[in-house]
């Protein structure tokens, strides 16, 4: 069976430090991955998705960028984290047209 | 760039009774798939349930059906028997390749 990987569940850092997340997945191949961020009370905001290895699409210019090293392995990263940052990160997986499988998310707060 | 746009930022049913959350979309793709979302305040994302626009015939799960108007580019969600367990935020999506969400509707079913 699928199943998908976020890590951490929680995480304090201070501004200007980086950041990596990291999301695997597992028992599919070749899957659509995607970032997304939500801010307490709103909508899930679309930051990068991927349709294979390498290819990175971004929807907002910001501070965080993404990789994609590997198949099932999708990285968000910031060199310098910004107090508008903080949030919660969600990372989620789709064969083209299925559902999309969510990861269990990570709250970040930068202070 | 496709967008979904849901005009009810909050919505209260009786419970037992019915409620319809309202979404619209943009795109310009004749092949994509539409989505309803719950989201409890765990924060974990829960399929609802899952259109097909080459599809005219309404999805149903249950209690849960949507009217898909392709032509208006219009999908709203019937919840039906509302129960105190729906209460949640619910978010329309739209998906080809990049799955996009709306703002968000906060339901709050009152006993």
């Known amino acids: 069976s699928q199943t998908i990987h976020q890590w951490p569940a929680t995480l304090v850092q201070p501004v200007g430090s980086p950041l990596s997340l990291e999301c695997t997945v597992e028992?599919?191949?070749?899957?659509?991955l995607y970032w997304y961020r939500q801010a307490a009370g709103r909508g899930l905001q679309l930051l990068f998705y991927?349709?294979?290895?390498?290819?990175i699409s971004s929807e907002v210019p910001q501070n965080l960028s993404a990789s994609r090293p590997q198949d099932r392995q999708f990285i968000l990263s910031s060199k310098k984290l910004l107090l508008s940052d903080s949030g919660f990160y969600l990372c989620a997986w789709s064969i083209k047209g299925e559902k999309l499988f969510f990861g269990s998310g990570t709250q970040l707060s930068v202070l | 760039a496709q967008t979904v746009t849901q005009s009810q930022p909050e919505m209260s049913v009786q419970e037992a009774e019915t409620v319809t959350l309202s979404c619209t979309y943009d795109?310009?793709?004749?092949?994509?798939?539409l989505f309803w979302y719950k989201q409890p305040p765990s924060r974990q994302m829960i399929l609802v349930i899952r259109q097909e626009a080459y599809k005219q015939q309404n999805a149903t799960e249950n209690r849960f059906s949507v009217n898909f108007q392709k032509a208006a580019k219009s999908f709203s969600l019937k919840i039906s028997d509302s129960q105190l367990g729906d209460a949640a935020m619910y978010f329309c999506?739209?998906?080809?390749?990049?799955?996009?969400f709306g703002a968000g509707t906060r339901l709050t079913v009152k006993p």
């Open positions: 795109t310009s793709e004749s092949d994509y798939y």
């Open positions: 999506a739209l998906n080809n390749n990049d799955m996009r």
């Open positions: 028992g599919t191949s070749n899957p659509n």
């Open positions: 991927s349709v294979g290895i390498g290819q």
